[in-house]
């Protein structure tokens, strides 16, 4: 697909594939806990602020898939379990991650 359509491409499941013209990446964070409803909503979501803060497209497809795994991660961590998590979850927590990696408190 990133041959036929000149395009960075985003397959998203357990270890996501991030592709572009030269490199295949992939994230090897994240968990079943974004199998459910919403989550690639909020994924895109990411993508789009990310790219309107001035990242380019694979950057901001690698930091947003990154960003959303741990946010995943840590409330699988921090509930115990993969039940039940939202995508509206991710969405708060991964505001957390993001203040943690700029040090924001």
């Not at 990446?25 to 001035?54: E, H, K, T």
């Amino acid at each position: 697909m990133q041959k036929r359509f000149n395009a960075c491409v985003l397959l998203k499941g357990h270890g996501s594939l991030i592709c572009d013209k030269e490199t295949l990446f992939i994230n090897a964070n994240g968990n079943c806990s974004l199998s459910n409803a919403g989550q690639g909503d909020a994924l895109s979501g990411m993508i789009a602020a990310f790219i309107a803060q001035g990242l380019n497209l694979l950057s901001a497809l690698q930091f947003a898939v990154y960003i959303q795994g741990c946010a995943a991660d840590d409330l699988v961590s921090s509930y115990g379990g993969y039940n039940g998590i939202l995508a509206t979850d991710i969405i708060v927590n991964a505001r957390k991650i993001l203040n943690k990696i700029y040090n924001i408190n």
